[in-house]
């Protein structure tokens, strides 16, 4: 499956994709540091193959929000399931996402190996 | 319209009824028998003239109305009429035999002593020795008795007692019909009727003309009519034998005279029996008869006259007792009585209801001023007085004056006068008339409403709450202090009771004025309702907030005013947005804790959670390298939000010693 992840800590998006490549999601991630790239990636990757996107929501410049909008504005061939990573641990934040039918989840950082093993396990990704 | 004529005809029915009776006996009085293409020819000529133009008549007088002498002596009755005509027409002279009875009327003209006779029935006997005419009258015959007879059981004509006259026609008839029967015989009617009336006969035989004619002259009561003798005299005039161009002269003359003349004669002798024939009392009673109608007409005239001034004196009787009536009913239901002030003579006087109103009897009705002052009470002499001086200072038309008395039983009354007065050519007042009434009740009323007033504008002014109401038409009905006071303040002028509320919304800003007509609208449909209202500042007014509620008044179903009532929120509304704002401060912080604090405290958990999954994956140096950052990182955020929280909690300590 494409993976994109955006986070515009160059830390965290390294650990990230040390994460995602290690727990087999994908062996070659695209890492994004803020949200006007991650939209780039995705008008870039329009193909039948699906998105997972790993999305930071507080970011410089376009926000984890912005990216949001911009994919529930667009219709794409392939589908795009969203993964917000966040540092955030404010209810509001997490009510939020709800309103967003491309968010399949919502996960206060530090991310961790059994979440990305669970996540291989669900349907979207392995039908995918 | 048609009311108004049947009346008319009621009222002049009787006038009408006698006018078409004199029309009638006008007719009767001066109506007579005519003849028509009646002419004596030359064989008659020439026999009259044998005769020096002179004919004698036989005078039946015993048989009224129809050939009789009159109280004068002269011929009368429905003969005499047609002699008369033929005399007039022929120029033929008449004279006059007079024969005392039948029997002899019938030898005068047997042995020649009279050319001609009337009122004759045709007989085979006299067929011997007359000559008839035809017929020119027709009267039937009755069986007359007396009441004694008529009452038996068993009476038969057939052998009853007849009371006949000599020779008259009916004999060789009723002898033939009742041959056992028994005749007394008489030579008049009336010697015939009188007998049958005694008793002494059971039965005559007479035409009803001449009975009624006796009944009414000799006043015969007892007599019984039992029926129709079926014999009708058949009348006709005859001559001798010997004269046939006499018989032929007659003949002609009878039948030329038309059948309304015979009717009228017939009418004038056999219906209207009363009639005398003597003109001299028949002209008496003409013009007694027209002196009583005339009279009769000139009363009944009278009559109708004096009915309709009593019917209109009637009608206006009524209307002035009605018009009393109500003005009666309009001053008792207004007023309690009526007075006149006499300001020169110093005297009051009441028409009606005195005692109601000063609670004791009296006789009089006019009273002295002074001491019609002393039952007011002394609070309200000097009132009083005031109102009398300020007649002769302001010549005051529509003169009022309200004030207390005390009544004979110690209660007190409250009473209102109003009055036209009256002034002299001076100027000088004379004179009040007016009404007077007690209005205690509706006094207290009034007290009591006015003690209830100042309750309610006590309880609406002792609130800092601006309370006032509009009408329909957007015009103050009523508010309390202060809403004057803010009105004032707000722009500079006050706002009356009765005033236009409009110019205020004119100081608003457009879109507050039209948030204010909106919610005006609202309330007049009916609608109750709060809302809030920030007044903008104005000069060294701040801002305003204030939450003010709309209540419609409604009256029949319809609302009819909108009463307001305006609570100054505005320190609340400070508050409010105070907490607001340090929410928002505490938003800011959480977002902070959220997100930067966060995100190196994340990125150092994620470090550890990837050496605790994948040891292999991060050399020694880059472990140390990016624990180091982070751990670095965080405090320095730690430090900043700590820096940031003294200075907010400063800020809070001193907006809190502003506002304390």
């Known amino acids: 499956m494409k993976t994109i992840i955006a986070d515009d800590d160059k830390t965290l998006l390294l650990l990230h994709s040390t994460f995602i490549k290690r727990s087999g999601i994908c062996s070659n991630p695209l890492n994004c540091t803020d949200g006007s790239f991650a939209i780039e990636a995705i008008k870039s990757t329009i193909t039948s193959e699906a998105i997972l996107l790993f999305l930071d929501l507080n970011m410089p410049e376009i926000n984890g929000w912005e990216v949001l909008d911009f994919i529930s504005a667009e219709t794409f061939p392939n589908p795009i399931f969203v993964i917000i990573v966040t540092s955030s641990v404010r209810q509001e934040d997490r009510n939020k996402a709800k309103d967003y039918d491309s968010v399949i989840e919502f996960v206060t950082k530090p991310i961790k190996a059994s979440f990305l093993a669970e996540i291989k396990t669900r349907d979207f990704f392995i039908n995918n | ?660």
């Not at chain 2, 009296?362 to 002052?373: A, I, T």
């Not at chain 2, 110690?410 to 036209?420: A, E, P, R, T, Y």
């Not at chain 2, 305003?544 to 009463?563: G, T, W």
């Not at chain 2, 508050?575 to 604090?597: A, F, G, P, Y």
């Open chain 2, 1 to 660: 319209m048609l009311f108004r004529l049947s009346v008319l005809k009621i009222k002049f029915l009787p006038f009408l009824l006698i006018l078409l009776y004199l029309i009638s006996f006008t007719k009767q009085v001066f109506g007579q028998i005519k003849s028509t293409n009646f002419a004596l020819n030359a064989q008659d000529s020439a026999w009259l003239k044998s005769k020096n133009f002179t004919l004698r008549f036989g005078i039946n007088p015993y048989w009224p109305p129809v050939d009789y002498l009159n109280e004068d002596g002269k011929h009368a009755g429905l003969n005499s009429e047609y002699i008369k005509l033929f005399s007039e027409i022929t120029g033929i002279k008449i004279e006059y035999v007079v024969n005392e009875t039948w029997t002899r009327q019938l030898e005068s003209i047997k042995n020649k002593e009279i050319d001609f006779i009337g009122s004759v029935n045709y007989t085979p006997e006299r067929d011997e020795y007359l000559l008839f005419t035809p017929a020119y009258l027709e009267i039937p015959n009755f069986f007359i008795s007396n009441s004694t007879y008529a009452s038996k059981k068993n009476k038969y004509l057939s052998t009853a007692t007849f009371a006949v006259v000599n020779n008259y026609a009916y004999l060789s008839e009723l002898k033939k019909n009742y041959p056992n029967a028994t005749f007394n015989f008489f030579n008049k009617d009336i010697s015939a009727l009188i007998n049958t009336s005694f008793g002494i006969s059971d039965v005559c035989v007479l035409d009803m003309p001449s009975v009624t004619y006796l009944i009414n002259k000799y006043g015969i009561s007892n007599i019984v009519v039992l029926g129709d003798a079926e014999f009708p005299w058949q009348i006709r005039m005859a001559v001798t034998k010997s004269e046939p161009q006499l018989q032929s002269i007659l003949n002609r003359f009878l039948a030329s005279i038309p059948l309304e003349s015979k009717e009228y004669l017939h009418n004038k002798y056999l219906s209207k029996l009363s009639l005398e024939e003597n003109t001299t009392i028949k002209k008496i009673l003409y013009f007694i008869l027209f002196a009583l109608a005339t009279t009769f007409i000139i009363l009944s005239i009278t009559f109708i006259y004096n009915s309709r001034l009593k019917t209109q004196i009637a009608e206006k009787t009524k209307e002035l007792k009605e018009t009393n009536d109500r003005y009666s009913l309009t001053i008792s239901a207004t007023f309690d009585s009526i007075f006149d002030l006499d300001l020169i003579q110093k005297t009051i006087r009441f028409e009606t209801g005195f005692l109601k109103l000063f609670e004791f009897e009296s006789k009089r009705k006019s009273f002295p001023l002074s001491d019609w002052k002393k039952i007011i009470i002394p609070e309200d002499q000097e009132e009083v007085k005031f109102r009398f001086t300020s007649l002769s200072e302001n010549q005051i038309e529509n003169w009022n004056c309200k004030f207390r008395i005390s009544t004979k039983n110690n209660s007190i009354k409250w009473l209102s006068l109003n009055g036209i007065v009256t002034y002299s050519e001076q100027g000088t007042p004379i004179r009040i008339f007016g009404a007077i009434k007690d209005i205690s009740d509706s006094a207290i009323i009034q007290q009591e409403l006015d003690a209830e007033k100042k309750n309610n504008e006590a309880l609406i002014n002792n609130t800092s709450d601006l309370i006032w109401s509009v009408s329909k038409d957007l015009k103050l009905i009523a508010s309390n202090r202060q809403f004057q006071l803010a009105i004032h303040a707000y722009t500079g002028s006050t706002l009356e009771t009765g005033e236009s509320v409009e110019p205020l919304f004119k100081v608003l800003p457009i879109e507050e004025k039209e948030i204010w007509i909106k919610n005006f609208r609202r309330a007049f449909k009916g609608e109750g309702f709060k809302t809030e209202v920030c007044i903008p500042a104005k000069d060294s007014i701040p801002d305003q907030y204030a939450e003010l509620s709309f209540n419609p008044i409604f009256e029949n179903n319809s609302v009819q005013a909108i009463a307001l009532h305006l609570h100054d929120i505005t320190e609340k509304t400070i508050h409010l947005n105070e907490i607001e704002e340090q929410n928002n401060r505490l938003k800011d912080v959480t977002w902070m804790q959220s997100h930067i604090v966060r995100a190196p405290l994340s990125r150092l958990l994620t470090i550890i959670e990837l050496i605790k999954s994948y040891p292999d994956s991060l050399r020694e140096k880059e472990k140390v390298s990016m624990l180091t950052d982070s751990a670095l990182e965080l405090d320095k955020i730690i430090t900043d939000i700590s820096n940031k929280a003294e200075s907010v909690t400063k800020k809070t300590l001193k907006d809190e010693d502003n506002y304390s």
